[in-house]
T-cell receptor
Framework: EAAVTQSPRNKVTVTGGNVTLSCRQTNSHNYMYWYRQDTGHGLRLIHYSYGAGNLQIGDVPDGYKATRTTQEDFFLLLELASPSQTSLYFC?????????FGKGTRLTVV | GDSVTQTEGQVTVSESKSLIINCTYSATSIAYPNLFWYVRYPGEGLQLLLKVITAGQKGSSRGFEATYNKETTSFHLQKASVQESDSAVYYCALTNTGANTGKLTFGHGTILRVHP
């Protein structure tokens, strides 16, 4: 069974704070993605990667950086968190037509 | 760009009744995208419910079905008899063909509440 693990599952930070969301997949997939999910918007793509060291910009990248350190690990970085980044974040991986999602990280910026 | 529209934000249905969740799409990047329904149960990540990659075909899973209609650009989700355990958030999505199939365009999601 394909697995995508996100950590932490919940995070509260202050405005201006520095946050790193982690994602690890054990599927040997090349493609990994970070989405955010907000009420009334569905899921929106922030960044994605084709493989270790690769980074591609998604549809809503402003305020986010990402880094793919290995094939397994994909990190989302918020260096100056703002309340508008309060959201539910999902990581995903794929190597074909099926995409596997993690359980999500709920981030609250106060 | 591509877009997916789900007209219902929330649907409430009595157990054993039928269900339809509407989904229409607009794909400018490709004529016939791959179409998906994902489901998110409370506390869980998104799971693939069903997919159809050929226009005119029907996909089915766990009693749900959806038909890829290229004439009306629709992919409505239906179930003849819902159960309380079907309560979840349902997302319609599309993607281009090719290798980068995780670059999904999602609808806003429909919250399904099934009451006994």
């Amino acid at each position: 069974e394909a697995a995508v693990t996100q950590s932490p599952r919940n995070k509260v930070t202050v405005t201006g704070g520095n946050v790193t969301l982690s994602c690890r997949q054990t599927n040997s997939h090349n493609y990994m993605y970070w989405y955010r999910q907000d009420t009334g918007h569905g899921l929106r793509l922030i960044h994605y990667s084709y493989g270790a060291g690769n980074l591609q910009i998604g549809d809503v990248p402003d305020g986010y950086k990402a880094t793919r350190t290995t094939q397994e690990d994909f990190f989302l970085l918020l260096e100056l968190a703002s309340p508008s980044q309060t959201s539910l974040y999902f990581c995903a991986s794929t190597q074909g037509t099926e995409v596997f999602f993690g359980k999500g990280t709920r981030l609250t910026v106060v | 760009g591509d877009s997916v529209t789900q007209t219902e934000g929330q649907v409430t249905v009595s157990e054993s009744k039928s269900l339809i969740i509407n989904c229409t799409y607009s794909a400018t990047s490709i004529a016939y995208p791959n179409l998906f329904w994902y489901v998110r149960y409370p506390g869980e990540g998104l799971q693939l419910l069903l997919k159809v990659i050929t226009a005119g075909q029907k996909g089915s899973s766990r009693g749900f079905e959806a038909t890829y209609n290229k004439e009306t650009t629709s992919f409505h989700l239906q179930k003849a008899s819902v159960q309380e355990s079907d309560s979840a958030v349902y997302y319609c999505a599309l993607t281009n063909t090719g290798a980068n199939t995780g670059k999904l365009t999602f609808g806003h999601g429909t919250i399904l509440r099934v009451h006994p």
